[in-house]
């Protein structure tokens, strides 16, 4: 049996200074649930946060996560707010093949084109954080890789 490897992708470099821990320690919780699962997990901000790595350049940060990208057969992203990043990472995974998840707070106006990529399985609102783990967790049950 394959072992299943997820992308945690969401925004890091544009977050308010105010909500900076709580949304990563959203997406560490996101890869918690995957490995619940039994799934491989990769989570950029342990390896590219800008504040944690400031030597990292941009282009090691673009190497590492298209090498990660590269073997990623799950790809879940956060989309609840604009990050040019996540973009990115949305159709290197599509180019892949890999499969997305987006996630979303209810009510988000998310855009169209990310929505649209035809890699994406699920599209997640959640009302809050604990609402999005239970759902991602409800999704990925009924994912077959």
């Known amino acids: 049996m394959k072992k299943v490897r997820a992308h945690i992708s969401g925004i890091i470099t544009n977050l308010p200074k ?3 821990k709580k949304f ?3 997406y560490d919780q996101l890869a918690l649930v995957c490995r ?4 491989q997990t990769f989570v950029p901000h342990h390896f590219i ?3 944690e790595f400031p030597a990292s350049s941009p282009a090691e940060v673009y190497d590492l996560e ?3 990208l590269k073997e990623a057969d799950v790809v879940i992203a956060y989309v609840g707010q604009p990050s040019l990043g996540v973009g990115m990472e949305v159709e290197a995974a599509r180019a892949q093949n890999a499969i997305i998840i987006l996630m979303s707070e209810k009510g988000t106006n998310v855009s169209r084109l990310i ?3 035809p890699a994406v399985i699920h599209e997640i609102e ?3 954080f604990p609402d999005a783990l ?7 049950a009924k994912i077959e890789i």
């Open 66 to 68: 298209m090498r990660d």
């Open 18 to 20: 105010g909500q900076k």
């Open 36 to 39: 619940r699962h039994g799934w």
């Open 24 to 26: 990563l320690d959203f």
């Open 126 to 128: 959640f009302a809050d």
């Open 49 to 51: 946060d800008p504040e």
């Open 134 to 140: 239970k759902k991602l967790n409800e999704a990925l």
């Open 115 to 117: 929505r649209g990529c």
